[in-house]
């Protein structure tokens, strides 16, 4: 046997190269994780504000999350139009690089989402509006939370209003 007429096994070639072979006829690991992330995804995103929530109930939101979202938005005079609301549960990737590239938010509510989540090398209390890469964000708990408990729906509210209203 000559070395012209000696082949490896696919099997081999794949192990021997595997960082650096790349299957062109399937979709790259960022263009599925965008995809998945249309399907948990709700808005338009006019205001460039993004809301961030984490249930695994539901592919995007509860009705009864999503009515206290629309008092909450009709509050700060926003509504689904001006947001985009995404359902982080089920993201294969959920850094926040990848999630600023997909929504180019300018603002950023996290309900139920600590920053850490979303792999934010930063850490700030609830209701504390902080500014990470020329975006504006407060975190806060989730949707129910917040709708059975007055004393933190007054401390969202004191930081929609500075951060919508003012």
């Not at 690991?29 to 948990?40: C, G, I, P, R, V």
């Not at 959920?94 to 997909?102: A, D, H, K, M």
Request: charged share 20%.
């Amino acid at each position: 046997m000559n070395f012209e007429d000696f082949q490896l096994p696919a099997s081999i070639i794949r192990n021997l190269y595997k960082d650096s072979l790349y299957d062109l006829n399937e979709n790259s690991t960022q263009e599925k994780s965008a995809d998945s992330l249309k399907n948990h995804t709700l808005g338009d995103n006019q205001q460039k504000i993004l809301v961030l929530i984490k249930d695994k109930s539901v592919p995007v939101i509860s009705d009864e999350d999503l009515a206290v979202l629309n008092r909450i938005l009709a509050a700060c005079k926003l509504s689904l139009r001006d947001i985009s609301l995404s359902n982080i549960a089920e993201f294969e990737t959920t850094g926040y690089e990848f999630i600023f590239n997909q929504f180019q938010p300018q603002t950023m509510l996290m309900l139920g989402v600590a920053p850490s989540e979303i792999d934010l090398p930063v850490n700030f209390p609830l209701y504390n509006i902080y500014q990470f890469s020329k975006i504006k964000m407060v975190a806060a708990p989730d949707l129910s939370t917040i709708e059975a408990n007055k004393e933190i729906k007054k401390s969202l509210w004191t930081s929609l209003q500075k951060l919508f209203l003012s």
